[in-house]
C-alpha cells in the first residue's frame, strides 16, 4: 500500500469558486498522477507528475493545474469550478523510484478518492 | 489515442457461477493491468500482463492476455458476494510516462 491520502474526501462549492485538492503519499513514488471518473466516461487522465516541479497535461487537462512543490505532494487546482467539473477524483502513484529505470511494469495504486460536487 | 472497450457493461451472477469480462485495446498492449473497485472506494490492483499469452490467477479471478486479438479478459470461477464491484481493465500508454489508460469499467453484482 502507497500510504495515500486525498483530501478533502467530500466537497461542495459553487460555480466560480476556487477549489484545490490535496494528494499526500508516504512512499517516495516519484510518478503521481490526477484521475476523474465519471458515469459513462470511466477514468480520465488530467495531470501528471514525473518529479518535483516536472508535471504534463493528460487527456482532459482544461481547467485544472497542478503543482508538485515536494515529493510527497501533488496538488490538483480548479481556478474556477464549473458544474462540468462535477466528479470524483483520484489520486495515483506509481511504483517507480527515483533512482529505479523503467521495468515497463506500471502498476499504480489508487487514494480513496475526492467527491467533488459544483452547484 | 489508445482506447479500451469493456464487455460487458453490467453483469449479475448468481452467486455460484462463472463469469467472464473482457477488454479489447484499439492499439497494441504493452501491458495490461486488472483492476476492481468497490462502490464508492479506491481501486484496488489486481494483477498485470505483459506478455501474450500470459495467464494469471489470484484466489479465483484468472486474467488471460490474447496479444494478437489485442485483448485481456478476467474469469471468475464459482463467484461470491465478495467480488462485487466495478471491474477496470488499465493499458499501458506508449512510453509508459503518462499513466494507464482505462476502460469504462464492469459492473458486477452477485445475486445470492
Known amino acids: 500500500d502507497a500510504g495515500i491520502t486525498q483530501s478533502p474526501r467530500h466537497k461542495v462549492t459553487e460555480t466560480g469558486t476556487p477549489v484545490t485538492l490535496r494528494c499526500h503519499q508516504t512512499e517516495n513514488h516519484r510518478y503521481m498522477y490526477w484521475y476523474r471518473q465519471d458515469p459513462g466516461h470511466g477514468l480520465r487522465l488530467i495531470h501528471y507528475?514525473?518529479?518535483?516541479?516536472?508535471?504534463d497535461k493528460g487527456e482532459v487537462s482544461d481547467g485544472y493545474s497542478v503543482s508538485r512543490s515536494k515529493t510527497e505532494d501533488f496538488l490538483l487546482t480548479l481556478e474556477s469550478a464549473t458544474s462540468s467539473q462535477t466528479s470524483v477524483y483520484f489520486c495515483a502513484t506509481e511504483n517507480r523510484k527515483w533512482d529505479s529505470v523503467n521495468s515497463g511494469a506500471n502498476v499504480l495504486t489508487f487514494g480513496a478518492g475526492s467527491r467533488l460536487t459544483v452547484l | 489515442s489508445q482506447e479500451l472497450e469493456q464487455s460487458p457493461q453490467s453483469l449479475i451472477v448468481q452467486e455460484g457461477k462463472n463469469l467472464t469480462i473482457n477488454c479489447t485495446s484499439s492499439?497494441?498492449?504493452?501491458?495490461l493491468y486488472w483492476y476492481k473497485q468497490k462502490y464508492g472506494e479506491g481501486l484496488i490492483f489486481l494483477m498485470m500482463?505483459?506478455?501474450?499469452?500470459e495467464e494469471k490467477s489470484h484466489e479465483k479471478i484468472t486474467a488471460k492476455l490474447d496479444e494478437k486479438k489485442q485483448q485481456s479478459s478476467l474469469h471468475i470461477t464459482a463467484s461470491q458476494p465478495s467480488h462485487a464491484g466495478i471491474y477496470l481493465c488499465g493499458a499501458d500508454t506508449v512510453g509508459g510516462a503518462d499513466g494507464l489508460t482505462f476502460g469504462k469499467g464492469t459492473h458486477l453484482i452477485i445475486q445470492p
Open positions: 507528475s514525473y518529479g518535483v516541479k516536472d508535471t
Open positions: 492499439k497494441t498492449l504493452y501491458g
Open positions: 500482463l505483459q506478455k501474450g499469452g
